[in-house]
Structure formats: C-alpha cells, structure tokens
C-alpha cells in the first residue's frame, strides 16, 4: 500500500518557544518509515536539535515515533496498529511534545493514524438459529446481529448479502450514530410441511479496496403458527450511572408485550451486542428486563454505552430496542504532574525569571473535576508561570542567596475543582552553588595582645580568626601581614603571620625598655576568584619583665678617687649626711626600688630611708666617734626575682680639711694602685688609634656603596646603658647634697665593663681624695693652682674637675676624643675650664 503523508503545520510560538506541527500517516508502516522532517518544519537547524539535546516527551506508556537528531527527522519506532491503539475513535492520533535545552524549548507534535483495510467484517457467531412459526406473517421482521469491522471510514462495514432469497430479503437500516442494523424479512410464508429447517449465508462486506467480507449461517426451523410478535415499549431506553458504581447496580428496566396467550405470550430478554464490552460490563434479567451492572465502567475510558435489545417468545417471534446509558463522570482522579525538563544546580547569581523546571499537568476527570488549579509551597523564592495547554514554567521569582539557604524543597501542588476537590504534589530538590560574594570577616574590629619581653623568638603570641561565609575554595581564608614599620624597621622583623591558622609568631626576642608597643594590620584573603579581603589592626603591647638591676648614680663609684661626705662634729639627729641616687630602668613595680643599710663601721650612727635612699644620723655626733666611716647600702628593685646593687659611701666626721686629710692617709695607701698604668694606657691607646682608622675606612666603604640607604656607624648586641638627664636636685635644699648634680656615662668599644661614672659637685662638704697624692695640702694646692685662670675664681670644684679628666684616662678602655668633647658641652663647667682640658688633653694621654 502507497504510504500517503498529510502534513499540516502551524507554528505559534508562545512564552519560551511554543510550537505546534500536525503529521498524517497510515497504520501498519514498516518500523523506520520516514513520518516527517521535524527540523524543517519546524525551521530548526540540525545543530540546534543536537546541542539542545532534543527529545520526545509523551505521557502515553508507549513511544511509537523516535527522533533522530543529526538528521531532524520522524522515523516509525515500532508498527502501530490503529485499531489496538483508538479503537473505534476517530481520528486516530499521537500526541507527544519536541523537548529542547539551553535554552529550554518545546514544541506539541500530532501524528494522526490514518486507517487501512486491513479488518474485515465479522460476525460473533458463525451461525444462529431462528424458530419461526409457518403462520408467520409475509413482511414479519426477524433482527440479525450484526458483523463488527474494526476498520473505520470507507473501510468499515458497508452492506450485507442473504442468500439464498426465496422466502426471505434483507433490510437495512441506519441508526442516527451510523451503525447499520439488518433485518431478515419474510417475503414468502412457510410451509413446515414443505421445508422444515432453511439455511442461509448471511455475508457482510465493508467498502475497502480490496473489498473484504465475513460470513454467518442462519438456520431457521420452522413451527407451528404463532402469530403475534413481541413489541418493547420504547424503542430507545435511556440510562444514566455514575462511574465506579458497585457491581449489581440497576441501570435500567426494559419492558414488551406480546398479544399471543400461552406459553407464546412468554417473552425473553437478552442483549445482543457483539464483538464489544457490553456483555463483559452489563447483563440483563432475561424474564424481568432489569439492566444490571457486572463490571467496572471508568469514565475515562468510555462515556457511554449502547446496548442492542431483544424481546423474543416462545413462538420464535422478537422485537428489538435500544438502551442508551451515559456515564456520568465522578472526581475520582487526582492530577498528574508530569516533570518534563528540571535543573538540579542554579548558581546564586541567577537572575530573575531563570527557567528551574518545566512541568505538565493531566487531570483524566471532564468539567470541573478536569479543571486544575497549581502552586508551590510558601516562602520560596519561586513561582509558577502557565503557558498553554496546561504546560507550567518554574522560574525564580527574586534573587538567591546561598548563604541564606543552600538548597530549597521545592513542593508543587495541583488542585482540580472536584468535590471534594483532589490534590497531588511534587518535590524539587535545587542545589543552590557558591558564588565568591562575602569577604573574610574578623571576630573583633582589632586585637590587642601582650608579651612578656625577652621572650624565645617563634613564640606564639595570638591568633587572629576570620570567617567567610561563601562555601568550599571562596571561603578558604589565608592570612597576611601587611607592610609596614615599627621605628623604621619593616613590620616583619618583629612579627609573623600564619597564612593557614592566622597564628601570630614573635621573630625576635622584644626588649620594653626599647619599644613599648607596635601595632600593624593582617589581611584575610580568600580563595575565590578573584579574591575578596578584609584587614584588622593589631596591637601588641610587651610586658616588662624585671632584667635591669638598679643603676646606682650618686654617690660615684670610681677606681681613681674616693669621694668623701663630711658631717661636723655639731651635726645633730637627723642630720642629712648624703643621699643614694639610683634608678632601674624598668618600670611599674619592677622599677620600685628600696634602700637598705648593709654594712656600717657604725649602725649606730647612721641609717637610709627606705624609699629616699637619704642618709641620716640617728643620734648626736661625738667626739669618740670615729672619723672614717664606711657605709655600704642595699639597693633593691621590687620585681620578682628581685635585683639589686651595693654602694659604698665613705663619710669623714671632721670640722675641717686637715683633719680629714690626715685620717685618709693610710686609707688611701691601701689601695692598690698599678705603677705601669700610663705605660699601658698609651700601649692602649695606640692599638685602638690602628683599629679605628681601619674601622674609619671600611665604614666610609660601606657607605659609598650603600649610599641610598642609612646605617648606623656601629652595632653592638651589649644592653645599652640608656642617658639619664644631667640634673637630679635635692627636694630639701637644705641638707649637704649639692642642688644639681651632673651625671655622664662613658664606654668602650668593646667591653662589657665599660660603664665607670663620674660626678661633679658644686658642694664644699664633698672631699676628693686622689690616691696617687702623698697625703699634704701642698700637692691638692698645687693642682689647684693649675688649673687657676684670670677669668675662673679658685675653688674646691677646680681640683675635682682635674681629678675627674684624669679618671676619664682611666676607664677601663679607651674614650675616643670626640666622645669627651661631647661630655664637656654637657656639663657645666666654665668656659675656660673646658679649653683648658681641651688644651692639656695630650699631656694626660702621655702621663
């Protein structure tokens, strides 16, 4: 057979692409025949069907027609058969939709089955049997069941032929549905006695080409007169039942009557449909006529029914009617939700209206019980577009956040408008993926942590914490210090930065009584891309911590000279014999610092303040008392441990000079004093002259080649000894300290015990005593005059300015020139005692 194609198209694109193509083929094609082309019907390009990964969506459980994307075309997937799928529906048609990705398209395809001869007419029984009186009447009407051609159209059934005809003709007729009903007519009486038992061949052909038929044989016996037919009395019955009614519902009651008496008056119902469900669904009392339910009937399958009757008595006589039962629809059919495309990962950048899912809805129920109503569940941020045909777009209806939320159940829930109204709904999982929107965050606005100074370089100080709310790689927080410096030294010379823990290390070890505290900022970085940041300032503060004992700064303690307090005879209690000066270069209670009195010729005479370092007497002085006394004093700091220094003060009770002089005598010639001194001080000084020259060059080498950067002419890794201010005043004023008291410190190059001090007092009470004297006035009076100038009156200070230039040759290491013209322009003596020094300079390096 020809294979014909009818193609009807109509394209009318709604919403996100809505199509619509109608195809026509016959049934029967052989599995592969081309339906149509698709992708030029539908002005697709092949590539497009390719890379939107084109498929067939139908609801129906079988897939008669494939796609075949390279090519665009329809093929036949497997032989279809018209009459298995629709019946006796008409037209025959597949309806499926053209499923598209990225974007997502779709597009409704109808493919009607077209049907062919290929049924030919049948009947239920190969043969029947009538009994029929000889007194039959010419014209009486016998009903013959009808042939079933599951062809429809042209090819169903057409007409029927008897044969032989002698005594009976055919007579059809057309119901108003178009079933045609045949009818033996008695053309001829019988004679039993001639003829007791007639067969004939009824054939039914249909209107195919070629023409098909099917064939029935009647037997008809002949008896005796009964004369009278049954008759219904109606000649259509109408019904109604609702679907789903329990079996042995009464449907309907058929009625006849027949004018005959006797048993020829007995009338006998039965159904005569054929080749359909009706006698699986309905059955019929045969005496009373009731119609009664025997099956299950689905609104959804059929909607009505028609049922042939047949009235027949005991003489062979019937009469036929008709019993039409609608069936009448019951909500007993929840909607379908069918998912046709649906995204399972949505960015949190997606914009709004972006297409998650595209679902269809069925509900099989008619009127309102079919009319479907649907919506997702409450606060999320998605809804439901309709479009056409009962197809529903989810789409996203405000901007995500997968910080919010990472993942949403979406639930959709269809409605229809039964009563009691039913409902099915669906579940959508959406993943939510991470977009690098949220920068690190810091726990604190800014860190401020401590550390106790001289600690282990390494050591962990603090920790800095920050959070990201983005997930996965874009919330992988990394640490980082940034550039900066503390005393015009880089930031990172002090501290480090774990870039995984964010754990803050000391590089080296902190000193407080250099640097109090610094601060610097840490960037948190994450690991998206591109990366966002944060920073937080943090400050470090560095505890004290007790390693600088007390630094004793009067009275002096030099190898050179004694230096001697004098307290009159007179003095009474509580006279102020001197005052301990020390210092500690730690602070807080590390720096508090407490006298004490050690040792004493004689404790008791004198006593220390506790907190002043003040020396007092405790009693009258006498004259038994002893001229010399030596007093050590206890200074202590308040740290834990504990440091501490010793002083000696030698005190000389005497009214005058010359009594003083005489009792240190052999004091003072017990010191040892070394006679080759000068010999080694020159030895000395020459050695450290070499040294420094070479030094000199080599630094002014340095220099040249680093000449953009600054550098310090020396570094040394010894504590410093820091410079205390020149004035320390005596808070009573009235006592034997001198109101200002000038301090300086000298040191060497490299030593460690380079730190020998030295005074000057403005106070006749002090008494010098240079051991290398022989002990009379004529040799302090001679140095005086020395050191005597027109323009500098003579005084006691002279000689102690003498003796202390003679000290600073002395200190254990060399003093370089400049370092002691850095100490005159910082004390206070003359003018003309300043060039002076700096005049005999050299004849003190060569004594």
């Known amino acids: 057979m020809t294979r014909q194609v009818i193609l009807f198209f109509s394209l009318l694109f709604v919403g996100s692409g809505l199509g619509q193509v109608s195809y026509s083929i016959p049934e029967e094609m052989a599995k592969g025949s081309l339906v149509g082309n698709i992708g030029q019907d539908l002005g697709l390009e092949t590539r497009r069907l390719v890379s939107g990964k084109a498929r067939i969506y139908t609801r129906d459980s079988g897939q008669y027609v494939e796609l075949h994307r390279e090519s665009g075309v329809l093929l036949v997937k497997e032989r279809i058969d018209r009459e298995a799928l629709c019946k006796q529906t008409t037209p025959c048609a597949l309806h499926f939709q053209i499923i598209l990705e990225n974007p997502m398209e779709f597009y409704t395809v109808t493919v009607e089955i077209t049907d062919i001869n290929d049924n030919s007419p049948t009947f239920e029984k190969s043969e029947i049997n009538f009994k029929i009186s000889e007194s039959a009447i010419t014209g009486a009407k016998f009903a013959l069941p009808r042939a079933v051609d599951l062809d429809v159209g042209i090819n169903n059934l057409k007409s029927y032929m008897l044969n032989p005809t002698h005594n009976f003709a055919l007579n059809m007729h057309s119901d108003a549905d178009g079933h045609k009903n045949v009818e033996m007519v008695l053309q001829k009486p019988l004679d039993r006695e001639k003829n007791e038992q007639l067969r004939l061949v009824l054939t039914a052909v249909d209107g195919g080409d070629p023409q098909m038929s099917g064939t029935m044989q009647i037997i008809i016996t002949v008896l005796d007169a009964n004369d009278n037919a049954p008759v219904f009395t109606q000649r259509t019955y109408k019904a109604t039942v609702t679907e789903n009614s329990p079996t042995g519902t009464i449907v309907a009651t058929v009625t006849a009557s027949d004018a005959d008496q006797g048993l020829n008056n007995k009338i006998t119902f039965s159904i005569t449909n054929t080749l359909d469900d009706v006698s699986k669904v309905f059955d019929i009392n045969k005496e009373t006529g009731e119609v009664a339910l025997t099956g299950n009937i689905d609104f959804e399958d059929v909607q009505s029914f028609k049922i042939n009757l047949l009235a027949t008595d005991e003489g062979g006589l019937t009469d036929s009617a008709k019993l039409l039962i609608e069936i009448k629809d019951k909500n007993d059919n929840r909607p379908e939700i069918n998912i046709m495309s649906k995204t399972n990962l949505l960015s949190e950048d997606a914009k709004i209206n972006t297409v998650v899912t595209m679902i269809n809805i069925e509900d099989k129920d008619s009127a309102g019980n079919g009319i479907v109503t649907c919506f997702v569940s409450e606060y999320v941020p998605f809804i439901l577009k309709p479009l056409k045909n009962n197809f529903y777009t989810l789409v996203t209806d405000i901007e995500l956040d997968r910080e919010r939320s990472s993942e949403y159940n979406i639930t959709v829930t269809c409605s229809d408008e039964g009563v009691p109204s039913l409902s099915s709904s669906v579940t959508l999982t959406l993943q939510i993926s991470d977009v690098n929107d949220n920068m690190p965050v810091f726990d604190k606005s800014s860190y401020e ?128 014999v001197t005052k301990v000066v020390a210092v500690d270069v730690d602070s807080g209670q590390n720096a508090w610092l407490s006298y004490k009195l050690q040792k004493a010729t004689d404790r008791a005479l004198f006593e220390v303040g506790l907190q002043n370092g003040e020396i007092r007497t405790i009693r009258q002085v006498t004259d038994k008392d002893a001229v010399k006394q030596r007093l050590t004093v206890f200074v202590e700091d308040n740290g834990q441990p504990s440091r501490s220094a010793t002083v000696i003060v030698n005190v000389a009770v005497a009214d005058s000079y010359p009594e003083v002089l005489s009792e240190f005598t052999d004091f003072m010639h017990d010191k040892e004093y070394s006679d080759n001194l000068t010999f080694y001080l020159v030895l000395a000084l020459a050695v450290v002259s070499f040294l420094f020259i070479t030094c000199l060059v080599v630094i002014i080498s340095v220099k040249i080649y680093r000449w953009r950067q600054s550098r310090i002419l020396y570094h040394s890794s010894l504590p410093v000894i820091p410079y205390y201010p020149p004035r320390y005043s005596d808070t009573f004023g009235t006592g034997t300290l001198p109101h200002v008291y000038n301090y300086e410190v000298c040191r060497t190059t490299d030593s460690r015990k380079s730190d020998c001090k030295f005074g000057t007092a403005g106070s006749q009470n002090v008494l010098i005593m240079d051991p290398s004297s022989t002990g009379t006035k004529q040799r302090i009076q001679s140095e005086k005059n020395i050191l005597d100038e027109p323009d500098s009156p003579l005084e006691v200070g002279h000689l102690h300015f003498f003796l202390t230039v003679k000290q600073l040759l002395k200190c254990d290491g060399w003093i370089w020139r400049r370092d002691i013209l850095v100490i005159l322009k910082s004390t206070h003596w003359t003018v003309t005692q300043q060039c002076f020094l700096s005049s005999i300079l050299p004849a003190f390096a060569t004594e």
């Open 449 to 576: 942590a401590y550390i106790v100074e001289n600690n282990t370089p390494g050591l962990s100080i603090f920790t800095v914490k920050a959070t990201d709310a983005d997930w996965n790689q874009n919330a992988r927080v990394s640490y980082i210090l940034e550039d900066s410096s503390v005393n015009g030294v880089s930031v990172s010379s002090y501290v480090s930065v774990s870039a995984d823990s964010g754990v803050i290390h000391a590089v080296r070890s902190l000193d407080y009584e250099q640097i109090k505290d610094f601060q610097f900022r840490v960037k948190a970085q994450d690991g998206g891309s591109p990366p966002l940041s944060s920073n937080v300032t943090v400050k470090i503060v560095i505890q004290d911590q007790n390693d600088n004992a007390p630094q004793v700064l009067y009275p002096v303690q030099t190898g050179g000279s004694v230096v001697a307090e004098m307290v009159p005879r007179s003095a009474d209690v509580g006279y102020l």
